[in-house]
């Protein structure tokens, strides 16, 4: 705009790029809604170019990737994420910590992906974030459910489901 104009109007040129971004980022989640996951990143990638710290376009370009399968890309990402959320965003941090459980559970290293899971419980209880909380429980049912321990697994699914109450997440409930 400062080239068009020649007066600086720095506030509205961020602004409008926060827009911008914003507006890419709903559609980013529109495509990701429709299993398009490499059109997604193609909108998320347009954001990193002007906003390399962006975490959630770098997290949700992750789980992209998770969907596709393309864990090694999934996890680098996520390690990025993660370095950018311990310094700016600490409540990005149990996402990040779900996502990379999630990984361990795909690639079938449950132990590691429960003790990544304990780890995400508790930083989403020191950042109140009940609903990875809930996630976090029901991945670990999942997990003891695959290591044949199915009092612990039935323990783990009632935990999420109660943790999913107290947000009035019925979608969650329903899943457990």
Same mark, same amino acid.
């Given at each position: &705009? ?8 720095? $506030? *509205? ?13 709903? *559609? ?30 770098? *997290?949700?370009?992750?789980?992209? $990737? ?16 993660? $370095? ?12 990040? $910590? ?62 999420? &489901? ?15």
């Amino acid at each position: &705009m400062t080239r068009y104009t020649g007066s600086t109007i720095n $506030h *509205r040129e961020s602004s409008f790029k926060s827009d911008f971004n914003n507006e890419l980022l709903v *559609r980013a989640i529109e495509k990701r809604e429709l299993l398009e996951y490499p059109e997604s990143n193609v909108l998320l990638s347009n954001i990193l170019t002007d906003d390399p710290n962006n975490i959630v376009a770098i *997290r949700m370009m992750a789980v992209n $990737h998770i969907s596709m399968n393309n864990l090694e890309r999934a996890s680098k990402l996520l390690r990025s994420a993660h $370095h950018l959320a311990k310094e700016s965003t600490p409540n990005e941090l149990p996402v990040i $910590h779900y996502y990379n459980a999630v990984i361990e559970f795909m690639r079938a290293d449950f132990q590691k992906s429960l003790s990544i899971l304990e780890m995400t419980d508790k930083v989403a209880n020191l950042t109140n974030d009940w609903l990875y909380r809930a996630y976090a429980s029901e991945l670990k049912g999942k997990i003891l459910m695959k290591l044949g321990k199915l009092n612990l697994a039935a323990d783990a699914f009632k935990t999420a &489901m109660d943790k999913y109450s107290v947000i009035q997440c019925p979608v969650g409930k329903s899943q457990s």
